[in-house]
């Protein structure tokens, strides 16, 4: 039993255990990156790839906020750096070429384009698998009925309205989703043949397409799905023993501009620090990735 004594200091290390935390996290986002110069230069180099591939998304998917948003490059400048996502994406395609590719979280294809557009038409036979699961909920936030609502609510970005209102059509939904996925990838020359589209919630249909391929092993897996720390932390933990030697686990959404992940990304660092090397950027949205041991 805990004295009179005991209580307020018990308090008191909750407390400054709860700062440290936070000053270590606020510490991360101050480095910005913990790669090599060489390593830093490289990605910035695909900012013009970046913005060539969203100019030619745009052009078919004009609705879609996020290519609406590479429309105007210079808004994303922070501290005089261009730096997304997708370019950090093609930076490690064209490092790694991976052959069996998971992705948690596909939306409208943009992750896999940033993947795949650095590959030569030799590396793409080489492709051997690509698992893609999503729910497919932002997919009316894509298309001229959340850009018009977007424009009547005088919103800066379009509203996802998906997740909120769409759950009875969500079948219907769901092969929209796909094909607008397909549509996107046919428009960089990307096969969509080896692609397998997998529906659903990722905290069940991921557990048990594992279930189903116990020893399925991939060397490059994106975790980008849905953006609550709890979902975040557990599709993380359903993919971890299923990465290669040398593969690669991709985190989106840990910086300030973004969902805040980053509290996520320590929890998974700190629980499997010895068994991968980690890396981060903390610019904008911000993104984390670890290279299996």
Not at 49 to 76: A, F, H, V
Not at 120 to 132: A, G, H, T, W
Request: with cysteine; proline share 2%; charged share 30%.
């Amino acid at each position: 039993m805990k004295t009179l004594q005991q209580k307020p200091f018990d308090r008191a290390k909750k407390y400054y255990t709860s700062l440290k935390e936070q000053r270590f996290e606020e510490d991360c986002e101050d480095k910005i990156h913990n790669l090599s110069t060489i390593e830093f230069e490289q990605i910035l180099s695909y900012k013009y790839l970046l913005l060539k591939n969203s100019s030619k998304l745009r052009t078919l998917d004009s609705n879609d906020y996020y290519w609406k948003e590479l429309g105007i490059p210079k808004k994303l400048i922070r501290n005089g750096i261009f730096l997304e996502t997708g370019m950090v994406i093609s930076w490690i395609g064209s490092q790694r070429k991976p052959k069996k590719i998971l992705e948690i979280g596909t939306r409208t294809g943009g992750s896999l384009i940033a993947l795949l557009s650095v590959y030569k038409p030799e590396d793409k036979v080489e492709i051997e698998e690509i698992l893609s699961f999503d729910l497919w909920r932002e997919y009316i936030s894509t298309t001229w009925v959340s850009s018009l609502l977007t424009k009547l609510l005088r919103k800066d970005s379009n509203i996802n309205i998906s997740m909120r209102y769409t759950r009875l059509i969500n079948k219907i939904l769901q092969n929209k989703a796909v094909k607008k996925v397909k549509k996107n990838l046919a428009l960089f020359g990307i096969n969509i043949d080896k692609i397998k589209f997998i529906s659903g919630d990722s905290k069940k249909t991921v557990p048990d397409y594992f279930k189903m391929n116990p020893n399925k092993k991939f060397d490059y897996i994106l975790v980008d799905g849905a953006h609550d720390e709890l979902t975040a932390f557990i599709d993380l933990e359903n993919i971890v023993n299923h990465t290669t030697e040398n593969g690669i686990i991709v985190f989106d959404d840990i910086g300030p501009e973004s969902y805040k992940l980053i509290g996520v990304w320590n929890k998974f660092k700190a629980k499997h620090i010895g068994e991968f090397d980690f890396f981060e950027i903390h610019h904008r949205k911000g993104i984390a990735w670890a290279v299996k041991k």
